[in-house]
C-alpha cells in the first residue's frame, strides 16, 4: 500500500468533522441500517476529535477519539471507536493507518493506554496491532457484539 496516495487529517473544522460523518453513514448507517440516532450519540460533538482519512479531497476513514474519565481508568486513557473504512477502500492498510495515527494523537495529548470496543468480527485485526481482549468485558446490544480491546502506548 502506498499511502502517499492518502492524507491524514486531524479533523478541527466542521467540514472536516463532516467527512468522519459522511464515512461513518455510507459504510455503517446505510450498510447495516443502523439509524443516524443510533450512529450518532453523545460522543459526537463539536469538540470530539477524529481521524480522517482522504483519497485526494474524498473523506474514505475514519476514527474517533475522546477522553475517558480519570475514575475509569487507572492511567490516563483515550476510547477510540467508530472506526471504519469505506467498503471499496478495506484491504488496502487504511484500518491500520487511522488506528496508528489515533495512538499517535492520543500519545501526543498525555495518553498512555488506548482503549476500544470490536466488533467481534475485527478482533483479529486489533490483535495484530497490539491491543488485548478483554472476553470477560462483552459489550451486548445494539447491532454488534463486541469485545473490550485495550493497549498501552
Not at 51 to 61: H, N, Q, S
Not at 99 to 109: G, I, M, R, S
Request: aromatic share 12%.
Amino acid at each position: 500500500m502506498n499511502y502517499t496516495d492518502f492524507k491524514v487529517i486531524r479533523a478541527a473544522e466542521t467540514y472536516q468533522q463532516a467527512g468522519a460523518y459522511y464515512v461513518r453513514i455510507q459504510a455503517m448507517a446505510r450498510q447495516y441500517n443502523i439509524s443516524l440516532q443510533e450512529e450518532f450519540d453523545e460522543h459526537d460533538t463539536p469538540d470530539t476529535k477524529y481521524i480522517v482519512i482522504l483519497d485526494g479531497e474524498f473523506p474514505v476513514a475514519t476514527c474517533r477519539l475522546y477522553e475517558l474519565p480519570e475514575n475509569e481508568e487507572p492511567v490516563p486513557a483515550m476510547m477510540f471507536g467508530r472506526i471504519v473504512v469505506l467498503p471499496e477502500y478495506r484491504k488496502q492498510g487504511l484500518g491500520r493507518l487511522v488506528v496508528t495515527e489515533a495512538e499517535k494523537w492520543a500519545k501526543e495529548l498525555g495518553c498512555r493506554k488506548a482503549v476500544l470496543d470490536s466488533r467481534d468480527v475485527a478482533v483479529g485485526f486489533y490483535k495484530k496491532l497490539g491491543y488485548t481482549a478483554d472476553y470477560s468485558r462483552k459489550v451486548q446490544g445494539g447491532t454488534f457484539n463486541c469485545i473490550h480491546m485495550e493497549k498501552m502506548l
